[in-house]
């Protein structure tokens, strides 16, 4: 597969470097938020915690003049650079971590150099060109990793760098009869959805990271998108992966919509990070845009009370596209515009929850008019359609927000974790009560909000959003935050990530979630596949057989 763009040159992802979005998307914070901050949290909200680029120390370059001339003989100088933005670009992903490391004044670890090969064939000869030469390779897509994913980490190696993957945008093979189309890696969601609006299709797959992410970064860390409910997340509308390793190419899930030929081996790549292949292309499952949206959305009296709601509507099939539920400080927050948080609110008060339905008039009628019926019955109250249309609106807008708490000096992260409906109480409590003490013992009061994310028939995603006061130590003290949430999470029948992947943050956790076995496992295919270990090393697999962190 090769690019339908002819770049001249190497280009900058699209993100600024020391925030989630662009300077454009700047989110000021409200005179009550700032108000809220510094009478609950203790934020000196007059202090600017704001990132200047000059002032960034990153790590010099270690490839030597010998190795970049090399690799430029493979893709081409135009497609290779060491220069300082580039470098920087793909420093870092976008957790608050990535975040306040720009923030602290240390030395970020940078990549030795930035590639953008165009073709299979290109990448191939990369990797087998880093294997010769013990040079980590990172593959880059839209750079949103929030757990340390595309960090440049070098392991054992004398030099790391980035391979990035947006040459490689083309859409090919559209079958509108089976609903397949082969899309290229490096588009991102919204290029993705153009190009298949040209067919009259879509693929509906909308994670809060939608904007910038690619097709590849959502096959290679099991994305679930807002619109799970409806059309799964995305290893579900995966059909088959092309890969590049160290030892060839392959192309797993081609052979049939189903097959009893073995093990699935897309699940080797899915969720894998990179760290057994590249992959270049990725066919999916794709539909005919729907018809017609309908929203609404209901008041719970408490969270109990609606995520019983939740787990019928899933269990009886009643078939939203969407459906959400917020605890009730969320809910509270969600009731109110951005300018009023901290005010009094005449708002609804109990747990929010958000319904969308698509399709065909008809069956997004049908489908939206049994779902309603079954809430109510189980306790819910409608409030309309307003709320519904307004998260929908917002909904990729909440990263930029903390990147304004961030340089107000205020702490503000999000975690997800996963688990069985009878078990879900359990879980938020204790992932609630390690958050709390954590931060709370670092001398700042912590408002923790969760919401329902994801369902399934057996269980569902919570997903917590934090906001802090940072003290003098903002990326220890997460630290200790996450470790504590973590540790609560596998003691309480959590898994360590639903769909924010592996990464550094996540890995030492890995022995425990998939049992010292399945760490073997991972590591068999991992030396068959790579063999030198080049690829995004400090990742995925825990390097030894020991447990999370004490």
């Known amino acids: 597969m090769t690019s339908t763009s002819d770049n001249s040159s190497v280009a900058l992802p699209p993100m600024r470097f020391d925030l989630w979005g662009t300077a454009d998307e700047a989110k000021p914070l409200s005179d009550s938020i700032k108000k809220l901050l510094s009478q609950a949290m203790g934020v000196d909200t007059d202090k600017d915690h704001t990132v200047d680029a000059a002032s960034v120390t990153l790590t010099e370059p270690r490839l030597s003049e010998s190795a970049v001339q090399d690799l430029e003989r493979i893709v081409g100088a135009k497609n290779v650079s060491q220069d300082r933005e580039q470098r920087m670009a793909r420093a870092r992903g976008k957790s608050s971590l990535d975040l306040l490391e720009w923030r602290s004044g240390d030395v970020v670890s940078a990549p030795d150099a930035v590639l953008v090969p165009g073709t299979e064939d290109e990448v191939l000869a990369i990797l087998e060109y880093c294997s010769e030469h013990e ?15 595309v960090n440049p980490v070098s392991g054992e190696f004398d030099a790391v760098i980035s391979v990035d993957l947006r040459r490689f945008d083309a859409i090919e093979d559209v079958d509108p009869v089976s609903g397949l189309a082969t899309l290229g890696a490096g588009l991102s969601g919204p290029h993705a959805e153009f190009l298949l609006a040209e067919h009259g299709l879509q693929l509906g797959h909308f994670p809060q990271s939608f904007p910038y992410a690619t097709i590849g970064g959502f096959a290679v860390t099991r994305s679930a998108g807002q619109n799970s409910a409806g059309y799964g997340r995305f290893d579900d509308m995966v059909r088959e992966l ?19 030929a073995g093990p699935d081996l897309k699940e080797i790549v899915m969720g894998s990070e990179g760290a057994f292949g590249i992959a270049t292309r990725v066919r999916v ?25 939740l787990r019928a509507v899933e269990q009886q099939g009643t078939g939203p596209t969407v459906i959400r539920l917020s605890d009730e400080i969320e809910s ?31 069956h997004a009628e049908s489908r939206h008019k049994e779902t309603r019926e079954l809430l109510l019955a189980s306790g819910g109250t409608s409030v309309g359609e307003g709320p519904a249309r307004k ?23 999000t975690l997800e974790t996963a688990t069985d409906w009878a078990n879900a109480p359990r879980l938020k409590k204790a992932v609630g009560d390690a958050l709390a003490t954590s931060l709370n013992d670092s001398g700042t009061m912590a ?6 994310s994801h369902v399934y028939a057996t269980g569902c995603s919570l997903y917590f959003t ?10 220890a ?17 959590g898994t360590i990530t639903h769909h924010h992947a592996v990464g550094t943050d996540h890995m030492p956790y890995m022995t425990d979630e998939i049992e010292p076995l399945g760490v073997e496992i991972l590591r068999g295919i991992k030396r068959t596949l790579d063999p030198a270990g080049i690829l995004n090393p400090g990742k995925l697999i825990p390097a030894g057989a020991e447990s999370n962190p004490s």
């Open 135 to 149: 040079i980590a390779v990172v593959p880059f897509g839209g750079g949103t990793s929030v757990v340390g994913g």
């Open 285 to 309: 499952h794709v539909h005919p845009i729907p018809q017609v949206k309908r929203y609404e959305a209901f008041v719970f009296p408490s969270f109990g009370v609606g995520a019983d709601a």
């Open 242 to 260: 092309t890969v590049v390793t160290p030892k060839g190419v392959f192309h797993p899930g081609k052979q049939s919509p189903a097959s009893a």
């Open 466 to 475: 934090i906001v802090a006061g940072q003290d003098d130590q903002p990326l």
């Open 477 to 493: 003290q997460w630290r200790a935050a996450k470790q504590a949430v973590s540790k609560a999470i596998e003691a309480n029948g």
């Open 332 to 362: 509270a927050i969600n009731f109110t515009s951005s300018d009023a948080i901290g005010e009094k609110s005449q708002a609804p008060q109990g747990c929010l929850c958000i319904t969308v339905f698509e399709g065909t008039y008809e």
């Open 447 to 452: 408002l923790v909000m969760c919401h329902i």
């Open 391 to 413: 998260w929908e609106e917002g909904r990729f807008g909440a990263p930029v927000l903390r990147d304004s708490l961030l340089d107000a000096g205020a702490l503000c992260e």
